[in-house]
Structures are given as C-alpha cells and as structure tokens.
C-alpha cells in the first residue's frame, strides 16, 4: 500500500514538473516572441537591427508604471473597475511608447536611411546607451512596480498551475500575433512587404517608403513596450521595472536568430522554442557539473545547433528563385 | 501631356547623364525613345518618376511638367497619384508575394473600392493568364508572365500615363510581339505611353513618336515610319544597310560611314 502511494506521489510529481517546465516554458516564450517580433518587423521593412529594442522594451514598462501607478492617465478618465483603469493606462503607455518608436525613426534613422547596416546599427546602440540612460535616471535605483492587477495569485487547475499574468501574456500575445498576421493583408501591410522586398520598386508604386518605415517603428516599439511590461510582471521580476529590464531582451535574441531574422512566423516560433528551451533547461538539467543559471545558456546552445543545420534560421528565406 | 524641357541630370554629382532633353508624350499616344546602352533613356525615366534620389541623382537643369504643373520636385507617391506609374526595367516584382498581393501594390495609391475593382478587371481582361495563376508566388512565374505581372501592377494605379522600360528584356520573340499587343491594347483604352525600347523595330511599329537619344542627348525625333527608313536608325538599330538587306557583320567596314550621330 505505501509503496504504491510513493510511487503515485512520484508520478505526481513528474507530472507537475513536466507540466509546469510547458506552462512557465509558453509564458517565457510568449514574451520573446514579442519581442523578437517587433525586432524582425523593423528588421525586415527597414534593414535596421536594432540594438535599441530592449530600451524601448524597458521604456515601455516604465511608462507603464509610470501612467498607472503615478498620475492614472487615462484610466482614472474612465473610471470602472482597477483593473480595467489599469489595462486602459497600459494600453495608453503602450501607444505612447509606438510614438517614441516614430520620434526615433524620424529623428535617428530617417536620416541614415541609404548608409551602410553597420552604421545604423551603431547608432541603434548609442540610442539604447541613450534611452537607457534616460529611463534609468526616471526609475533611479530602486525597481518600479507597475500597479498590475495581476499581483501574485495563481490560476490552478489539477496540475496546472499558472500566474494569472503569465495567462495574461499568452493571451496578449496570441491577440496580437493574430493581429500583426491580419495587418500584412491589409493595404499598408502588403505595401510594408513589398518595401521590404524592393524599396524602389515600391516606391515606384506609389508607396511613401518613409511612412513605411514609420509603421514598422511605431509597430515594433509597441510589441517591445508589451513584452516589456509582461517581463516586468511576477514571476519574471519581483518587483517590476528596473534597470535589468533592458537587459531581459538579450535574452530573446537567439530566439529572432533562431527563427530567421526575417520571418515573422519564425520570430513567433522561435521565441516559444526559445521559452520552452530554457524553461526545460531550468526544471531538468540541475546536475550540479553545469554550475547554477546553465538555463540562461541553453537558448544559445539551442541557437547555435540551429544554425549549424540551417544558416538562415528556421524560417529565414534564402531567396525565390525560378529555376 | 508630359513635357521635359531641357532636362539635366548629374549622378553623384560629378557624372553629367543626360546634357538637355526635351520631350513630349502628348495625351493618348505613344512614344518611342530609342537609344543604345549608357544613353540616358532609364535615367530620364528616374527623373520623370521621381526616383533619382535613390540612386544619388539630382536634376541640375530643366523642368518636367505634368498637365501644366511641374512635377521635378515632387516625389514619387505623389506622381504616381498624379497619374504617372512607371514599370521599371527587369520587371521588379515583388517575387515573395503572390500575384494579387503584387497587383494590390500597385493599387496603393488608388483609394476608391470600386476603381481598385475595376481596375483589377481591366487587367485580368488584359492578362488572362494571371486570372489562372491569381495565387501563385510571384517569384515563380515565368519571364513572359512577370512582365505582364509588372505592367498589370503598374495598371492598377489608373494611370494616365504608363512609362514602360524596356518591356520585351529577355523575352522570346513571340512573347515580344504579345507585349506589344498589349501596349497597343493599354492605349487604345486611352492611357498614353512612353515607351523605352532596345527593340527599335518593335517599338517604332506602334508609336506615334520616336525620340532617338545618344550620350544624354536627343539625336533625331520624328515619325516612326520616317526614322524606320532613315539609314542611320537602320544601321544602328536594325542591322540593316542602305539598300534595306541584312548586313554581314564581316563586310562592316568602319570607315565607311561615320559612327555617330551628330557632332
């Protein structure tokens, strides 16, 4: 009889830990997915890696924390409950940081526009170097609570057990990853392709590449401020937004590589692949010999098998090519 | 009616391509412009389209007007919206899209539901071969069927004035004469174009007007019929001599007849 008990609290066991490696390996990844996205949208329409990303993914949740928590804008305008003056001042923040991505486009990149990547990848650092320090000095020491709702409490089902914020993240996510795949059928999305594809030929259509290119910073910051926010959430960080939340997004790197840094279906797979990887790493390589933290390493051992096999990514394009 | 007067065009500043065009392509006809390599044609197409920037030209003398408003300073969206769409050479699809996203492109500047609509059936009328393959990857079509590709895109725009650049590039010879239709075609439905051919025969049988350029300038312009008989048009660009028979690149005797136009 105890036997079989051990034996069942055993499997249990396995089973809890399996299923939470999935559960915890979803949210992660739906945060790098976020981010990766937005990365490989501003990647593909405009040639800029931008190295900035996860300044403006910290910006983001700042000013999160910054229009829920400090002056309530615009949520206390409308009044309801918390949680609906909260989601109202994030979505506001959210769109605020898509200006920030259209002031940065205007003012820092419209003009290198026809230098060569490498250059405009440097000025992508020294604006991270710059936003970073800006938001820093806004957030000073001490980290920044974002005044969410979602607080600590838990969502359990049999051996499901999820933070109602990690649910909140792959639900966001999945709602916008539907959405960026609707806009690429509209008519600014197809006109973003096919800049993406041939700037002149676009522009020989009509197509104001500039607003183009706009579209794609404006798009790419607001993922990043979204991302931005669920990283700053329990169980990600303890206490919200601090000056490691730029740093969060090196993280999801291997995930854009991994993906194909133009695939905007690989930047969404690879970012769960990415997740799940290192929540996977965290739950069952514990073996002592890999040192503490060896899932931090695993997305890019994940990365670099990957690209061993294939160069591209998972879904990068080589080229169509009539043969 | 598109007028250039006088049009100056530097690369990079330093390289003087085109030394003073003029031109017209009055409403409902089509033009000609004849030229070897390296003449100036694709840039004076640039500096109608607004698309020297991206290749570091500047318009240093001369105007381009549109209908009477002069259009050298504007920029490319705006001309198209203007009523000038141009195909640019090498076809330029956009190969990792399908033919109607392809198409849709070219209907960017074109707001109005049912104009898209219409001007969406106007080309599949024209091009039946892209209504079978409406879903296909652009990038997998054949020469033939890019280039028809390329000038429906242009199409959906409504223009009035449809520039083509070199249209029959790497066809087969059956295939040119099916462009050539269809450019007779496009302007019978009343769009004026200007057309830029390597194919002197072909371009000069359906134009009203043929422009001849060399190194950045304008050599001869006149009725096709008359530039086809002009024995210098025939040396050049048809291989033929004087008397009208094919002549043996071995009998070429350069001395014979002087090697340029002008000057």
Do not use: C
Not at chain 1, 29 to 38: T, V
Not at chain 1, 49 to 60: E, P, R, T, V, Y
Not at chain 2, 194 to 213: P, R
């Amino acid at each position: 009889m105890i036997p079989v008990l051990i034996a069942q609290a055993a499997a249990d066991s396995a089973v809890d830990k399996l299923v939470s490696a999935i559960t915890n390996g979803l949210s992660l990844g739906a945060i790098y997915a976020l981010l990766a996205l937005g990365f490989v949208i501003i990647f593909k329409a405009t040639q800029v890696i931008s190295f900035a990303h996860g300044a403006i993914a910290a910006l983001g949740a700042y000013l999160v924390a910054y229009f829920a928590t400090v002056i309530n804008f615009p949520g206390d305008l409308i009044g309801g409950p918390t949680w609906l003056q909260w989601t109202v001042s994030a979505i506001f923040a959210v769109l605020m940081t898509a200006v920030v991505g259209l002031v940065i486009e205007r003012l820092a990149i419209r003009p290198m526009i026809g230098e060569p990547m490498f250059s405009i990848a440097m000025v992508t650092i020294g604006l991270d170097i710059a936003l970073r320090i800006i938001s820093n000095d806004f957030i000073s020491t001490e980290a920044r609570p974002l005044g969410d709702p979602f607080g600590t409490s838990v969502w359990e089902a049999g051996p499901v057990s999820m933070a109602h914020s990690e649910i909140a993240a792959i639900t966001v996510t999945i709602i916008l990853v539907v959405a960026i795949a609707w806009f690429f059928r509209t008519r600014i999305g197809i006109a973003m392709r096919a800049t993406a594809f041939d700037q002149e030929a676009a522009m020989a259509q009509g197509i104001s590449v500039g607003r183009i290119f706009a579209i794609a910073w404006a798009i790419g910051a607001g993922l990043a401020a979204v991302a931005g926010i669920f990283a700053s959430l329990f169980p990600r960080a303890s206490q919200g937004v601090s000056s490691e939340t730029a740093f969060f997004v090196f993280r999801a790197f291997p995930a854009i590589i991994l993906g194909g840094l133009d695939s905007v279906p690989g930047a969404v797979v690879g970012g769960f692949i990415i997740g799940l990887a290192e929540s996977f790493a965290g739950k069952y390589l514990t073996w002592s010999g890999f040192g503490v933290g060896f899932s931090g390493i695993v997305p890019y051992l994940v990365m670099m098998v990957v690209l061993l096999v294939r160069p591209y990514g998972l879904f990068g394009t080589e080229e169509i090519r009539r043969v | 009616m598109l007028q250039v007067a006088n049009l100056e065009v530097v690369y990079n500043d330093v390289v003087l391509v085109l030394r003073g065009i003029s031109l017209e392509v009055p409403d409902g006809q089509i033009v000609a412009l004849l030229g070897a390599n390296g003449a100036g044609k694709t840039t004076t197409l640039r500096a109608i389209g607004g698309l020297l920037d991206v290749h570091e030209g500047d318009i240093t003398k001369g105007t381009i007007t549109w209908n009477g408003e002069r259009i050298d300073k504007k920029r490319p969206a705006e001309i198209v919206r203007a009523g000038i769409t141009q195909v640019l050479e090498g076809r330029r699809i956009f190969a990792e899209l399908n033919v109607d996203d392809n198409l849709r492109t070219g209907a960017h500047t074109n707001r109005s539901r049912s104009a898209v609509d219409a001007a969406y059936t106007r080309v599949m009328d024209l091009f039946p071969v892209l209504q079978e393959r409406r879903r296909a990857v652009a990038g997998y079509l054949s020469g033939g069927e890019q280039q028809m590709l390329a000038i429906g895109r242009a199409l959906m725009a409504d223009p009035k004035l449809l520039v083509l650049d070199e249209p029959s590039l790497g066809l087969a010879p059956k295939l040119v004469q099916q462009i050539r239709d269809i450019v007779v075609d496009i302007n019978r439905q009343g769009t004026a174009v200007l057309l830029i051919e390597q194919n002197a025969t072909m371009a000069l049988s359906i134009a009203d007007h043929g422009y001849i350029m060399e190194t950045g300038k304008l050599v001869m312009d006149g009725d096709p019929k008359k530039l086809l008989q002009d024995e210098d048009v025939q040396e050049f660009y048809l291989g033929l001599h004087g008397s009208g028979e094919r002549k043996s690149f071995r009998d070429v005797k350069h001395y014979k007849r002087r090697k340029r136009w002008l000057s």
